[in-house]
């Protein structure tokens, strides 16, 4: 399996502001996926992320809230843009692995 | 679309077996995978079925039932650090990656 690195692991925004979440994977991959857990729920895919092309948004996410970048086929970003207190959450990168996926640690995110 | 259903809560006591039952809906099938998660932690991969049958994983096993649409993961020996949501969760017909899962059920383990 990949290993997947996920930095902030942890942080404390102030409403209106972005932070971007980095995401390593240990090996080459086509595709990335960002996933979101808001508080005591489960997880929603917000975007797929591939290397050489602008990512895909689900229903419901849009690339002006959620950019991403995918320089490389080892490393995306995510940025969460003009924060509110509703987006706080578990920002989860993963990657594919056989036929099912795999998680990187996490980024928790509190707005306040 | 595609949705899956599964218990909000279990409670055992320390020792026993629970088992977590998955149903779900969808336009095309690649399997069934259970994933485990600690509070404050992330979701991590504990099993996946293609075909039907049972899949042992020491003290964990999950089966799989495609003509019934159905799944569960079975808990045995249960521990108290067996504490955790698990979610069951199907593959898009349409995106490798792209996964639906369900809501999540809380297990907790009692001494």
């Known amino acids: 399996s990949a290993v997947i690195s996920q930095k902030p692991s942890r942080d404390i925004c102030q409403r209106g502001t972005s932070l971007t979440i980095q995401c390593q994977v240990d090996s080459q991959v086509t595709m990335m996926f960002w996933y979101r857990q808001q508080p005591g729920q489960s997880l929603t895919l917000i975007a797929t992320?591939?290397?050489?092309?602008?990512?895909?948004?689900e229903s419901g996410f849009v690339i002006d809230k959620f950019p991403i970048s995918r320089p490389n086929l080892t490393f995306s970003t995510l940025t969460v843009s003009n924060m509110s207190p509703e987006d706080s959450s578990i920002y989860l990168c993963?990657?594919?692995?056989?036929?099912?996926?795999?998680f990187g640690e996490g980024s928790w995110l509190t707005v306040v | 679309g595609q949705s899956l259903e599964q218990p909000s809560e279990v409670t055992a006591v320390e020792g026993a077996i629970v088992q977590i039952n998955c149903t779900y809906q969808?336009?095309?099938?690649?399997?069934l995978s259970w994933y485990q998660q600690h509070d404050g932690g992330a979701p991590t991969f504990l099993s996946y079925n293609a075909l039907d049958g049972l899949e042992e994983t020491g003290r964990f096993s999950s089966f799989l039932s495609r003509s019934d649409s159905y799944g569960y993961l079975l808990l045995q020996e249960l521990q108290m650090k067996d504490s955790a949501s698990y979610f069951c969760?199907?593959?898009?017909?349409?995106?490798?990656?792209?996964?639906?899962f369900g809501a999540g059920t809380q297990v907790v383990v009692t001494p």
């Open positions: 992320a591939n290397q050489g092309s602008e990512a895909t948004y």
């Open positions: 993963s990657v594919p692995f056989g036929n099912t996926i795999y």
């Open positions: 969808t336009s095309g099938f690649y399997g």
């Open positions: 969760a199907v593959r898009d017909a349409d995106s490798w990656g792209k996964f639906q």
